[in-house]
């Protein structure tokens, strides 16, 4: 049973990244998933969620730039970045229930 995050990286302000992470073990159809990070000196916080039946809800810092999405049949959620900003500078976890990825780094700087 685990969560594979993977697709982090640096990119410049205004650039976009994608995040991908692939779930094993788990009946990935019936779960919602969700994208958390923790940026240097800070609390990890809650980013995106999508429920089993497919509805989104995104913290407001990142509407309208992030998008979360799941492929059922790949049993792989994502999360499409643009727009990105300095502070959105973090490490990325997906999760579900009590079950966390790995993390992913995301840094943006000039």
């Known amino acids: 049973v685990q969560l594979q995050a993977s697709g982090g990286g640096s990119v410049q302000p205004g650039e976009s990244l994608g995040l991908s992470c692939a779930a094993s073990?788990?009946?990935?159809?019936?779960?919602?998933m969700g994208w958390y990070r923790q940026a240097p000196g800070k609390q990890r916080e809650w980013v995106a969620t999508i429920t089993s039946s497919g509805n989104t809800h995104y913290r407001d810092s990142v509407k309208g730039r992030f998008t979360i999405s799941r492929d059922n049949a790949k049993n792989t959620v994502y999360l499409q970045m643009n727009s990105l900003k300095p502070e959105d500078t973090a490490v990325y976890y997906c999760?579900?229930?009590?079950?966390w990825g790995q993390g992913t780094l995301v840094t943006v700087s000039s």
């Open positions: 073990g788990i009946i990935f159809g019936l779960k919602d």
């Open positions: 999760n579900t229930g009590m079950l």
